[in-house]
């Protein structure tokens, strides 16, 4: 949605001549660029119910639904940015910015030492954009069109990228189960194994980027072009540079705070609820912190731009695979906490079958609506299997 209504670059109300125009103020420009802002209300609840030590279930559910605005307000301040300072450069700011919901709470999480919601969060926020998001791309698209097709090239990169993120996660695994040490040990070889795959991850990753912006950039901008040739003319930006830095400044720190706030509460609520703290991180976290890509992918989708959809859902998976879980896991090796790349068995299991599937269908590209349901068919068993995997499950596991 990222701040516009029926997918078009309109505002809520009619602009006048330019954003510099005195009808409306800064504060307004904000507030008026998406209906899900009047979700704002629950950022100072969330906030006080924090503060002054409301119940935990409060403060969880206040501060869950604070992000869901903010998270959208990130998204449509990048995009304004984006306008101004040209498509490689907004790239970059969107691929930062896109995800910068998971990755607070994950850093968030990771400095008060819960791994398992850092590894449940950024395993979920990679399932919900290659299940959810594209099935429901798949899905809402070939409702509307018999078949669509997209650049194979382009997703052929991309999937090849996440089979070596899930690699990434499967050795360490094996290594694991297989080396004949005491516990603690073996989870120490784990350590040093995620921390130098992090590294080789990273590196990855920029060459990706190299790759995706300068190298063979004519892949990947060849559907966008004439696209953006006629809508030179409308897509002006609301925002300055500066009044775009500013909020997306002011957003990530309110983010910041209701994070803190959200991961504080999680260990009473899940007491309390029965939850278990993966189905929080795997499948509530990412679906909120994902909701503006989400729609803007549906969105595209339905206006049968296929390689803008795939953009937005595989390539912010391979964000999270390549950029943010490594990034995470030499964090916590900076600051002492043992993040590693070592996932459950029955996590690692899924995460393949995943990718699996999501590359089989979109080998071919060309997409409809049946492949679209069978994405979300899968994403929901998944979602319903973590809701009844309890915590306990992953005891035999690494001490963390």
Same mark, same amino acid.
């Given at each position: 949605?990222?701040?516009?209504?029926?997918?078009?670059?309109?505002?809520?109300?009619?602009?006048?001549?330019?954003? $510099?125009?005195?009808?409306?103020?800064? %504060?307004?420009? #904000?507030?008026?660029?998406?209906?899900?802002? @009047?979700?704002?209300?629950?950022?100072?609840?969330?906030? /006080?119910?924090? *503060?002054?030590?409301?119940?935990?279930?409060?403060?969880? #559910?206040?501060?869950?639904?604070?992000?869901?605005?903010?998270?959208?307000?990130?998204? *449509?301040?990048?995009?304004?940015?984006?306008?101004?300072?040209?498509?490689?450069?907004?790239?970059?700011?969107?691929?930062?910015?896109?995800?910068?919901?998971?990755?607070?709470?994950?850093?968030?999480?990771?400095?008060?030492?819960?791994?398992?919601?850092?590894?449940?969060?950024? /395993?979920?926020?990679?399932?919900?954009? %290659?299940?959810?998001?594209?099935?429901?791309?798949?899905?809402?698209?070939?409702?509307?069109?018999?078949?669509?097709?997209?650049?194979?090239?382009?997703?052929?990169?991309?999937?090849?990228?996440?089979?070596?993120?899930?690699?990434?996660? %499967?050795?360490?695994?094996?290594?694991?189960?297989?080396?004949?040490?005491?516990?603690?040990?073996?989870?120490?070889?784990?350590? $040093?194994?995620?921390?130098?795959?992090?590294?080789?991850?990273?590196?990855?990753? #920029?060459?990706?980027?190299?790759? !995706?912006?300068?190298?063979?950039?004519?892949?990947?901008?060849?559907?966008?072009?004439?696209? !953006?040739?006629? !809508?030179?003319?409308?897509?002006?930006?609301?925002?300055?540079?500066?009044?775009?830095?500013?909020?997306?400044?002011?957003?990530?720190?309110?983010?910041?705070?209701?994070?803190? +706030?959200?991961?504080?509460?999680?260990?009473?609520?899940?007491?309390?609820?029965?939850?278990?703290?993966?189905?929080?991180?795997? @499948?509530?976290?990412?679906?909120?912190?994902?909701?503006?890509?989400?729609?803007?992918?549906?969105?595209?989708?339905?206006?049968?731009?296929?390689?803008?959809? %795939?953009?937005?859902?595989?390539?912010?998976?391979?964000?999270?695979?390549?950029?943010?879980?490594?990034?995470?896991?030499?964090?916590?090796?900076?600051?002492?906490?043992?993040?590693?790349?070592?996932?459950?068995?029955?996590?690692?299991?899924?995460?393949?079958?995943?990718?699996?599937?999501?590359?089989?269908? @979109?080998?071919?590209?060309?997409?409809?609506?049946?492949?679209?349901?069978?994405?979300?068919?899968?994403?929901?068993?998944?979602?319903?299997?973590?809701?009844? +995997?309890?915590?306990?499950?992953? $005891?035999?596991?690494?001490?963390?």
């Amino acid at each position: 949605m990222n701040g516009y209504t029926n997918g078009e670059r309109e505002p809520l109300l009619p602009r006048s001549n330019g954003y $510099n125009s005195h009808s409306y103020s800064f %504060i307004h420009r #904000i507030l008026l660029s998406n209906y899900v802002n @009047i979700l704002l209300v629950f950022v100072p609840l969330g906030v /006080l119910s924090g *503060f002054l030590g409301w119940s935990p279930t409060a403060t969880f #559910i206040l501060n869950f639904l604070a992000i869901i605005p903010l998270a959208s307000l990130l998204s *449509f301040a990048t995009e304004e940015l984006a306008l101004v300072v040209g498509e490689t450069l907004g790239g970059l700011l969107n691929a930062t910015f896109g995800n910068a919901v998971e990755l607070i709470v994950s850093v968030v999480a990771l400095t008060k030492g819960e791994i398992r919601i850092v590894q449940a969060s950024m /395993l979920g926020s990679i399932l919900s954009n %290659i299940l959810l998001v594209l099935g429901m791309c798949f899905l809402f698209g070939g409702m509307k069109y018999k078949e669509q097709t997209f650049n194979t090239t382009v997703a052929s990169t991309m999937s090849s990228l996440m089979a070596v993120a899930t690699a990434s996660l %499967i050795i360490p695994a094996a290594f694991y189960s297989t080396v004949d040490v005491s516990k603690e040990e073996g989870f120490s070889l784990v350590l $040093n194994l995620s921390r130098g795959t992090s590294v080789v991850l990273l590196i990855l990753y #920029i060459l990706y980027l190299v790759f !995706q912006l300068r190298t063979h950039s004519d892949f990947f901008d060849a559907e966008l072009s004439g696209d !953006q040739n006629n !809508q030179d003319t409308e897509d002006d930006p609301v925002l300055t540079v500066i009044e775009s830095g500013v909020v997306l400044v002011a957003v990530t720190l309110a983010v910041a705070v209701c994070a803190e +706030y959200l991961v504080g509460s999680i260990d009473s609520v899940v007491g309390s609820s029965g939850i278990s703290k993966t189905f929080i991180g795997l @499948i509530l976290i990412p679906i909120v912190g994902n909701a503006a890509e989400h729609v803007t992918a549906v969105v595209v989708a339905m206006k049968n731009k296929m390689d803008l959809a %795939i953009g937005v859902a595989i390539g912010s998976s391979m964000q999270i695979a390549l950029l943010v879980t490594p990034a995470l896991v030499i964090l916590g090796w900076i600051i002492g906490q043992p993040m590693s790349l070592y996932f459950q068995t029955f996590e690692t299991v899924v995460f393949f079958m995943s990718v699996l599937i999501t590359n089989y269908l @979109i080998q071919d590209g060309k997409s409809n609506y049946l492949e679209g349901a069978m994405l979300l068919g899968i994403y929901t068993i998944i979602g319903i299997s973590f809701y009844v +995997y309890p915590d306990s499950a992953g $005891n035999s596991g690494p001490p963390y």
